[in-house]
């Protein structure tokens, strides 16, 4: 009889997950409520926000997410290196937290639903689960990190990769990263306290606008985020040969910018044909000596491409190359790739949270698809110590960091439902 109540137990287990979240959903217009009420710090004359990290509009901003999160029955502290951790108790002794989260500085001139949409959407969550007497076992942490658009600081000193050179960085603020810490009240000569290592929190989740147009475009309601993609940087240089311009017949040229403008189109064919979801760009160009009346014996230009995969990223750049050494020599205008120091590796996201995610969208009845993200986020340095998962949600007509942003407010509360789902699935041992 025992082993029998206890088997029933065991089974009733993962329904009692569903039990509790129910039908319970995010509420759309306290969200677009609260995304306005926040806007207003910072707020800018095109009706976006300029609230970046340490002014005294990020300041106010953080002080409205504090009370946000008190409200939502959490207790709120600032780590050492700047970020608002709320957190309410597990049912459970011993088990690590669920964190969940994003930011809310912003980009001189930027809108108001990067990294806002995941801070509001986490509160809601929190909310939810205090208003409807939902428990969890493990604690849960709401996080709202520092400086994101900055270089992911408070991200990366909570896996503790924040270096003393990233503090002596001087911020939009005007003050260095280090200062700006010690002014919304971190301790940066006590970072070491704000990291945790793998094992400390169960899981981490982002909600966040897509800042593309895939969603939008697709009409669909979530994007499942498979990782951030990583980035190599190159700088091209042609060597060609100056000379006269006027003097200099056509068929006795060796004009570096030609060989520049071929390449350039090789690029974007190489990057195109391939299958995947590359990305290979030229964003910078310049002609040596660089004037109207001489053939340019020297072009410089840049090289970045962009791919979920590190193999795929070298394959793109090996036919670049290979194209190059080609373009170089039948022009006779050599062409050298020097790499920059700025890669930043892919960051695959959890393969069981990927499914988790998907899960708990397909059984809300919602559209979702699997996408890479494009844009930087403090998941992937979360990523490196803790199982985790990006929630995208669309932004209409792909428009970021710019004051037309704009996500509608059944799509934000749409991927605060799909986070509280995942959330107790979690919580409820889809992870073990
Ligand atoms: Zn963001």
């Known amino acids: ?38 806007g207003k710090f910072g707020t800018n004359e095109e009706g976006g926000v300029s609230r970046v990290a340490y002014s005294d509009a990020d300041i106010a901003g953080r002080n409205y997410i504090k009370g946000l999160m008190r409200d939502a029955g959490l207790s709120v502290r600032v780590d050492t290196a700047g970020n608002i951790i709320g957190r309410r ?29 995941g801070v509001i959407g986490a509160i809601e969550v929190a909310q939810l689960m205090y208003e409807r007497g939902i428990t969890t076992r493990h604690p849960i942490e709401i996080v709202s990190f520092t400086d994101e658009e900055g270089g992911l600081v408070g991200s990366r000193a909570m896996i503790g990769k924040l270096s003393d050179a990233a503090l002596d960085v001087v911020s939009h603020s005007g003050m260095t990263i280090r200062e700006g810490i ?106 040596f000596p660089g004037a109207p009346n001489v053939i340019p014996g020297e072009v410089l230009l840049s090289l970045e491409i962009r791919d979920l995969d590190a193999a795929k990223i070298q394959q793109v750049f090996d036919l670049i190359k290979a194209e190059a050494d080609r373009i170089g020599s039948r022009r006779s205008t050599p062409v050298r790739f020097q790499e920059i120091d700025v890669a930043s590796p892919p960051a695959p996201t959890d393969e069981q949270m990927r499914r988790i995610i998907s899960a708990s969208a397909e059984e809300l009845g919602m559209s979702f698809s699997l996408m890479p993200s494009g844009a930087g986020h403090d998941a992937q340095d979360m990523a490196t110590i803790a199982p985790t998962g990006m929630i995208f949600v669309p932004s209409v007509d792909g428009i970021s960091h710019s004051p037309q942003e704009f996500t509608s407010p059944e799509d934000m509360a749409n991927g605060a439902t799909v986070l509280l789902k995942a959330v107790l699935a979690i919580d409820g041992g889809a992870l073990e």
């Open 1 to 38: 009889m025992l082993i029998r109540v206890v088997l029933i137990a065991l089974l009733a287990a993962p329904l009692s997950v569903f039990a509790q979240s129910g039908d319970i959903a995010a509420d759309p217009d306290r969200m677009e409520q609260r995304i306005l009420a926040l």
């Open 89 to 117: 108790e597990g049912s459970e002794e011993g088990l690590p937290p669920i964190m969940f989260g994003s930011h809310i500085d912003s980009v001189p001139g930027g809108g108001n639903y990067d990294g806002d949409v």
């Open 182 to 287: 010690e002014h919304v009240g971190g301790d940066p000569s006590r970072l070491d306290l704000a990291a945790r290592k793998p094992g400390d929190i169960a899981a981490f989740l982002e909600l966040h606008i897509e800042q593309g147009a895939i969603l939008h475009e697709d009409g669909v309601n979530i994007g499942v985020v498979e990782g951030i993609v990583g980035i190599r940087w190159w700088d091209v240089t042609v060597e060609g040969f100056a000379n006269h311009a006027g003097t200099t017949p056509m068929n006795r040229r060796w004009d570096a910018m030609v060989t520049a403008a071929e390449l350039t189109l090789a690029i974007n064919r190489i990057a195109t044909d391939l299958p995947g979801r590359q990305v290979a760009t030229v964003g910078k160009i310049q002609a």
